[in-house]
């Protein structure tokens, strides 16, 4: 029994001794590491003198010109330097070539210059052959169409809603180029960047080529209260097979088949934009911060 004692005593002692050491070992470690993350004492450097730049210089292009050198013949290759010029040459046509063609080319503003607002979105009506008829959606005035090419321009919005339009589309299918949708809602944008965001009330649709408008059911929401997946709708577009309308809101992407709403997607990343190609398939972008 004594001996069992003096075994367990001994055993508590050595488990005190390396506990001891553990604890020590650990303090040394976070010695080191702070001597290690000791920020290092930056001298200021003086300025150089005009010769000693002068200087630096010459070096540096002696070290451009050694780079090349052929080592068996210590002498530039005429070939790489006749290239060098080539490419020069050619690149100087390209660029006053890129030049004259940008500057040939001219813009004339086309309205709506009485009430038009910042403009987020523009529409050309593809059931109008010759072009002239356009749908205009400002952040701060609502939708606007015209039919002679941006000459004169009507307010097709009711005055009685709200007028942050974000985004317009058609419907690309034959027989149905007469539908159209508008969205609202700005999250961020150039004055929605200073007040804080201009939230939305909806998306509206027209039949008769955007005439007149009604609001779709299931997006109104209460203006200023960020209570709805339609508070901002970055974008909307129509598929060019089924006639749905897809909607990139702040929430996700939503799809309507016009009746119901449907989530297709969703993301909390608070930006999403979406496309369509021509046959059909979808393709949906949201924020870097999504998962």
């Known amino acids: 029994m004594k ?19 553990s604890c020590a070992d650990k303090a040394d470690k976070e010695e080191n590491s702070r001597e290690l993350f000791t920020p290092p004492i930056v ?24 780079m090349q050198i052929n080592p068996t013949t210590g002498e530039l290759p005429l070939g790489l330097i006749l290239r060098e010029k080539q490419l020069a040459r050619q690149e100087l046509s390209l660029s ?5 063609v940008t500057n040939a080319t001219t813009f004339e503003t086309r309205g ?35 039919t002679n090419g941006g000459a004169s321009w009507v307010k097709v919005s009711s005055n009685s809603d709200i007028n942050n339009a974000s985004a ?15 969205a609202t809602g700005e999250a961020l944008g150039n004055s929605a960047s200073v007040t804080g965001a201009y939230f939305g009330n909806g998306i509206w649709k027209s039949i008769d080529s955007g005439l007149t408008w009604s609001k779709i059911p299931g997006t ?5 209260d960020l209570d709805s997946d339609f508070d901002f709708v970055f974008n909307v577009i129509v598929h060019p097979v089924t006639g749905d ?3 990139a809101t702040w929430r996700g992407i939503r799809r309507y088949d016009g009746t119901n709403w449907f989530d297709e997607l969703n ?14 398939q979808v393709y949906a972008a949201f924020a870097g911060n999504s998962g």
């Open 245 to 247: 309308l897809y909607a």
């Open 168 to 182: 317009l589309a058609q419907d690309p299918r034959s027989g149905f180029q007469n539908i159209w949708y508008y």
């Open 220 to 224: 109104d929401s209460d203006l200023g």
């Open 43 to 66: 001298e200021k450097k003086t300025k150089k003198t005009p010769q000693e730049q002068m200087r630096f210089a010459e070096e540096r292009v002696l070290h451009e010109r050694n």
């Open 112 to 146: 709506p210059s009485n009430l038009g607002g910042r403009t987020r979105a523009l529409k050309v009506d593809i059931s109008d052959p010759t072009g002239n008829t356009l749908l205009a959606g400002g952040i701060s005035s609502g939708v606007f169409r015209t």
């Open 96 to 100: 006053r070539s890129r030049n004259s």
């Open 267 to 280: 993301d909390n990343s608070a930006f999403t934009d979406i496309a369509i190609t021509t046959d059909g």
């Open 3 to 21: 001996n069992t004692g003096l075994l367990t005593r001994g055993l508590i002692l050595f488990f005190l001794a390396l506990a001891a050491q």
